[in-house]
């Protein structure tokens, strides 16, 4: 029997707002343990949430990023659960009413392109957190750090659309991607700022009803979503296949292990309680809101890619990697705009360039050469004064230290030679040094051609127009 695999998505991204959901805390990552809280967010009796806009305008943002259709009426509900985490013994969070609903994105896997469907998207608050074992003296005490509690999240839901672990890595990429351009979540999966829950569930090939899922809880690597996965449909498959039935529960990937292992069971599952949050109004979302976040919505990920492509007229696989950072696509675009090769440049971005700046673990914020630096670069390779050769070690030296391409090209004298009476003297020395080869090459060895260019390289200290020299070696010699 062969079966299919049913892939859901649950993803929660912070927001990068100032300050809290409901009050006026900071939301900066690793200060003190509890020095960003007050009595709102820690659950003081009598206080009162008050909505922080800018969350709001970036929800807007990425729902109208993934196509959604948003509510004009929108309701915060109290989900209650008991966990030390949450002082307020709630979370405020949307429910039966959410912010937005029933969008799609488009993914590329393996070539091909899925539409993947968005289910709806939410803003909540988040928890505090935990430190295990961490307690002054006793060994295994936990601590409580509630700095977290009340920062701003959203969960974006997607419809049981994926079908393979490549595919849900694909999903969960392409939502950190337009996170990221946004500029409305930092996408760092190792903080916490972004993570995900998968559902899971198989079915027999050509079935239309979905299988019992499981609920996988908070990956936060790409890596651990796909192996989770993979495993899952291992297990699930095996199970069935010796007869038993998947039981609807929830179950955690043990990546030392590369195990998951179950937490709760459907029976066991919290029930929330729901119910509208009393200290809040419905959020009603005008026409002049969505407006106000689609026109600062900056140009997203794959319409950038497509345009790449068509303007400047590069392979997809470059406008892929070009555009995978926006600021990184801001870079190539600038540099194209000085030097009008687009394909050489995208070759010296995505070559030279990444390579250096991933060496030096720095972002294209800091990279010491800037547009303007790559492209007086490439003017000196494209007159002829430097070889493409003397090019890379120079564009290493500006990377490393700075500075300009010609005041490195005159210090080092790397200039080439392209005078041809120079060249011709090189031409002539190499040929009276080797009569031997000259002796072959007249016979009709002419792939000796590439020895003669060698010599006078070496002898010029690599400085030498290999072209013109080639030019130069066959005049002589025929
Ligand atoms: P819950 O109420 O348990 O959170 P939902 O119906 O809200 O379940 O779905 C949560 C996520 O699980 C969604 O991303 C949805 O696409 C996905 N999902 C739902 N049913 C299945 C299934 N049978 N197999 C895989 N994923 C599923
Ligand atoms: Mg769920
Ligand atoms: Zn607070």
Redesign the pocket.
Known sequence: MKYET?????VHAQLLTDSKLFCGCRTRFGAGPNTQVCPVCLGMPGVLPVLNAKAMDYALKMALAVNCAVNKKSVFARKNYFYPDLPKGYQISQYSEPLAEKGFIDIENLGSARRIGI?RIHMEEDAGKLLHGEGPDEEGASLVDLNRTGVPLIEI?????IRTPDEAVSYLKAIRDILVYLEICDGNMQEGSLRCDA???IRPAGEKK????I?LKNMNSFKFLKDAVVYEIDRQTEAVESGERVIQETRLFDPSAGVTRSMRTKEEAHDYRYFPEPDLLPLIVGEDDIEKARSSMPELPAGKKARFIKEYSIPAYDAGVLTAHRRLADFYESSVRLFGEPKTVSNWVMGELLRLLNEHSKDITDSPVTPEKLAALLKLVKNGDISGKAAKEVFEEMFTTGRDAASIVNEKGMTQISDEGELARAVDEAIGRNPDSVEKYRAGKTKLLGFFVGEVLKATKGRANPGLVAELVKKKLS
């Open positions: 049913v892939i859901g998505l649950e289910t839901v997607s419809e049981p659309d559902n899971v569930s979905l299988g019992t899922k609920e």
